[in-house]
């Protein structure tokens, strides 16, 4: 049985889902040979550590009952700096402007030797090359399936199996709630602030959903992709970027009457790179409707791959680090 020493950086609702997902899997892990160990737990007013291994359950509950996990006001980084394990599950939010926390938290996983599993988009979106660079630099893993398709697998569908594969150009619907807002839109011949309005009652959209519907976050995961299945050196800035919030009923009826659906669709391929509402035919595997992601991947030897799942959620996107971290351990 292998003993892997993790800490959870971010306790949100992707670091909670990683807590769940584990209690969950235990038996499997352990099937498997791996006995994850989490040592700390850290949110944003401090942190629970135990060296033997922390009782999740426990954790899981006080951070429900009181907002917080922390026992002590011991920061993410002195953990990553000054306990002993492994393995850093990094959950923090995103920062699209300086990379946040999450960035500092993985420059110093690989200073001391850490691997690093991900979820967060901003640091790779930010500075993809610098971390590549780091980890190489001290021999350590580094995953970040999650931060690309939740729990609709791409970048390890194309590095693995599609290998031997040249890849010619990825597109797809990558924003859940921005697939949401237009298909209820269309649905229900309403208005984009009505849906939005809606979307964000569900919980599906942030209170500021700008992220979300001006095509950020579709943007950042398509920097991942680009510089991790192409690579290049693209950074957030580079992205060709348009959102939803123009989009009216009217030119969502005048599409489905020629036979059309207009979704928020990104693109990458050696020499584009952009966000931006297109037109798609209703019988394309592109046109899913809810919240759904869907990725079609064009490949000169296995011609187009098409996946489609959901692209969000706390215990979706939490599969996708639990993904990443068998990759790495079980052999």
């Known amino acids: 049985m292998k003993t892997i ?128 660079e780091a980890s190489r ?12 398709g939740g729990a609709m697998p791409i970048i390890n569908l194309i590095k693995n199996v599609l290998a031997g594969n040249d890849v010619i150009s990825v597109e797809g619907i990558l924003n859940g709630t921005c697939n949401y807002i237009l298909t209820r839109m269309m649905e229900e011949n309403a208005p984009y602030e009505q849906m939005l309005a809606e979307s964000q009652e569900l919980g599906i959209a942030e209170t500021d959903p700008s992220y979300d519907v001006d095509g950020i976050d579709s943007a950042c995961k398509l920097v991942i992709l680009a510089n991790t299945v192409f690579g290049l050196c693209f950074t957030y800035r580079d992205v060709d970027v348009t959102g939803i919030s123009k989009i009216t009923p009217e030119s969502l009826i005048l599409a489905q009457n020629n036979g059309y659906v207009i979704k928020l669709i990104g693109e990458v391929k050696e020499d584009l790179i952009r966000v931006a509402p297109r037109l798609v035919p209703e019988d394309s595997p592109l046109a899913v409707g809810g919240t759904l992601n869907v990725a079609s991947i064009q490949t000169d030897l296995s011609g187009t791959v098409t996946v489609t799942g959901r692209g969000a959620g706390s215990i979706e996107t939490a599969s996708a680090i639990l993904s990443d971290i068998i990759s790495i351990y079980k052999n």
Not at 137 to 148: M, Q
Request: charged share 25%; aromatic share 4%; net charge neutral.
């Open 137 to 148: 630099k001290s021999g350590s893993k580094f995953r970040f399936e999650a931060t690309v």
């Open 5 to 132: 020493r993790a800490s959870i950086s971010g306790f949100g609702a992707v670091g909670q889902g990683v807590v769940e997902v584990l209690l969950k899997k235990e038996k499997h892990l352990k099937n498997l040979g791996l006995d994850i160990r989490v040592v700390s737990i850290s949110d944003s007013k401090g942190s629970e550590i135990n060296t033997e291994g922390i009782d999740l359950s426990s954790a899981l509950t006080r951070k429900r009952e009181k907002g917080t996990v922390a026992l002590d006001n011991t920061s993410s980084l002195e953990i990553i700096k000054s306990i002993d394990h492994d393995l850093v599950i990094e959950t923090t939010s995103t920062d699209i402007e300086t990379g946040g926390i999450g960035l500092q938290n993985m420059m110093s996983a690989f200073d001391n030797g850490r691997d690093v599993v991900t979820s967060n988009k901003g640091p790779i979106a930010l500075k993809y090359n610098e971390l590549i």
